[in-house]
């Protein structure tokens, strides 16, 4: 079993930036791939961005792409999602999740294990 807990949620004004973490445990050395979804209120959930864990491959959105940047500390099992020049419409709440595929995934049902999600708000 792998545990994903998400931090760095908060309310911010349209412009400013934020960065959320996700620090694994458990099996850690079963994931492939780590990925950031959101989902905001009546909407469904959709994909972030991404980033394997050992090649450091990435991918993103179209619409965070300049905007947002995906890393990662092995030596830590966190994964970082930069969120730079937010803008309203990237409130949500956002997860992280853990893939055991072995490619860049960006689809939920490719994820195996999902964190409680962290609340992001940006005031226009």
């Known amino acids: 079993q792998v545990q994903l807990v998400e931090s760095g949620g908060g309310l911010v004004q349209a412009g400013g930036s934020l960065r959320l973490s996700c620090a694994a445990s458990g099996r850690t050395v079963s994931l492939s791939c780590i990925g950031w979804f959101r989902q905001a209120p009546g909407k469904e959930r959709e994909f972030v961005a991404a980033i394997t864990w050992i090649s450091s491959n990435r991918a993103y959105a179209d619409s965070v792409k300049g905007r947002f940047t995906i890393s990662r500390d092995n030596a830590e099992n966190t994964v970082y999602l930069q969120m730079n020049n937010l803008k309203p419409e990237d409130t949500a709440v956002y997860y992280c999740?853990?893939?055991?595929?072995?490619?860049?995934?960006?689809?939920?049902?490719?994820?195996?294990?999902w964190g409680q999600g962290t609340q992001v708000t940006v005031s226009s």
């Open positions: 999740a853990g893939s055991l595929q072995r490619f860049l995934a960006k689809y939920d049902r490719q994820y195996n294990y």
